[in-house]
């Protein structure tokens, strides 16, 4: 099973609301990412976790909190969001992310996130 | 810092053709390159990981070669399909410990 699952799918909040996103796997995968994506661009890089440690953090602003409470779960809470992060936010999972490590990365299919 | 870039952008072919997407990157130091298709409005799918060490790698109709020295990375589709249609994207992974993504080759196969 090479399933990436993320909640939910969709997901409309206002500027000053408080949301999260949640992604899961089962592969018994130690690594876990963050991914943004604007419509037409590639993935950018926003969270790695490590064995439940945060190992990367592409200096993403305060507003975005991940968490990772155990090494299947992996969650992003949002606060008090701009228009511009409007965006599929998507999750990936590799079974480590250190060299010579097999790190080849899955995805879930993501959360669009819509900030009025 | 990692520049990826893919050639063509673009790419509308009929059905049947063989076809190369191209993927090239400014820094040769790296662990592996990975090969995803998107179809729109979804999440990424995994097609083939190549290591630092390997040259080719194939999966059914497709296949990936990896000249690490120069910075390059073709996937090789053969026999394409209208089901191929999608954006197909390549990230090498560095030591920096992180994938670094193209802008994508969108690809339509028409029938």
């Known amino acids: 099973d090479t399933e990436v699952t993320q909640t939910p799918k969709h997901l409309v909040m206002g500027m000053t609301n408080k949301k999260s996103l949640k992604c899961e796997q089962h592969m018994g995968h130690r690594a876990m990412y963050w991914y943004k994506q604007k419509a037409k661009k590639p993935p950018e890089l926003m969270f790695v976790y490590s064995y439940e440690k945060l190992s990367i953090n592409e200096s993403v602003p305060s507003r975005f909190s991940p968490e990772c409470p155990n090494s299947s779960l992996l969650n992003l809470h949002l606060h008090a969001l701009q228009p511009e992060d409007s965006a599929l936010y998507l999750c990936?999972?590799?079974?480590?992310?250190?060299?010579?490590?097999?790190?080849?990365?899955?995805f879930g299919p993501g959360t669009r996130l819509t900030v009025l | 810092k990692q520049e990826v870039t893919q050639i063509p952008a673009a790419l509308s072919v009929p059905e049947g053709e063989n076809l190369v997407l191209n993927c090239s990157f400014t820094?040769?130091?790296?662990?592996?390159l990975q090969w995803f298709r998107q179809d729109p409005g979804k999440g990424l799918t995994s097609l083939l990981l190549?290591?630092?060490?390997?040259r080719e790698q194939t999966s059914g109709r497709l296949n990936a070669s990896l000249d690490k020295s120069s910075g390059r990375s073709t996937l090789y589709i053969a026999a394409s399909q209208p089901g191929d249609s999608a954006t197909y994207l390549c990230a090498p992974y560095g030591n920096a410990g992180k994938s670094t993504f193209g802008d994508g080759t969108t690809l339509t196969v028409k029938p």
């Open positions: 820094d040769s130091a790296i662990y592996n």
């Open positions: 190549i290591q630092s060490s390997q």
């Open positions: 990936a999972s590799s079974q480590g992310a250190l060299a010579g490590v097999n790190n080849e990365q899955f």
